[in-house]
């Protein structure tokens, strides 16, 4: 059973568009979920990361929107850049412990 | 700032030989270590997560016997591929998390290729 899945597979967006990266998961007891964004080459680093107690997580051009109920979140990344070319995963925890990664999105910005 | 270290960076290995990877916490205590693996076109997939004074917990498809881990202190673990075969190919990663907090730091991760 898939704990983590992201939507799409692959994104292409142009320079100063917004990508919208989709996230959702099975456990509701999952109570921290961050983004990681990895590059060619390259081992994945933390993007940004929200708790339940927030629906919203703003770091730049990137924000998380988080919605508890439907058990989703997103990853906005606004005026894309050729460097936020990378492959993001989306990844949840328990207990600050144990992190699940989704199978990623690779997104390409095009300039 | 804290920063996970590990190595080897990259091994070649013959089939069936074994091959060991060490990850160092600097600048936190590691109270817990998690060990990804990611295959070639693949997603992470947890082997394992180990925590002080708990027992290691291995995921399914990923047994002791298979992959050691030893955690003897909070900035010290190291995990053990034994008996390596083509599928267990890919970058092995080492997640490590300080008490207190929620963040997950990786190191650099440990390519294997298997021959």
């Known amino acids: 059973q898939q704990q983590v899945r992201q939507s799409p597979q692959s994104l292409t967006v142009w320079e100063g568009e917004t990508a919208i990266l989709n996230c959702s998961y099975e456990?509701?007891?999952?109570?921290?979920f961050p983004w990681y964004w990895q590059f060619p080459r390259e081992s994945p680093a933390l993007l940004i990361a929200?708790?339940?107690?927030?629906n919203k997580k703003e770091d730049g051009r990137f924000t998380i929107f988080f919605n508890k109920r439907e058990k989703k979140l997103s990853l906005h990344i606004t005026d894309s850049q050729p460097g936020d070319s990378a492959t993001y995963f989306c990844?949840?925890?328990?207990?600050?412990?144990?992190?699940?990664f989704g199978s990623g999105t690779r997104l390409l910005v095009s300039p | 700032g804290a920063l996970v270290y590990q190595y080897p960076r990259r091994t070649i290995c013959k089939s069936g030989t074994s091959m060991r990877m060490e990850c160092q916490a600097v600048?936190?205590?590691?109270?817990?270590v998690a060990w990804y693996r990611q295959s070639p076109q693949k997603t992470f997939e947890l082997i394992a997560l180990?925590?002080?004074?708990?027992?290691?917990?291995?995921e399914q498809n990923f047994t002791q016997e298979k992959f050691p881990i030893s955690h003897p202190n909070l900035s010290f673990s190291s995990m053990t591929v034994l008996n390596a075969y083509l599928e267990d190919r890919g970058l092995y990663l080492c997640?490590?998390?300080?008490?207190?907090?929620?963040?997950?730091?990786f190191g650099e991760g440990s390519k294997l290729t298997v021959l």
């Open positions: 600048g936190f205590q590691a109270t817990s």
């Open positions: 997640g490590a998390r300080g008490q207190g907090t929620g963040q997950l730091y």
């Open positions: 929200i708790r339940p107690v927030s």
């Open positions: 180990s925590t002080v004074n708990s027992a290691i917990k291995y």
């Open positions: 456990d509701s007891t999952f109570d921290y």
């Open positions: 990844a949840t925890g328990t207990g600050g412990y144990k992190v699940v």
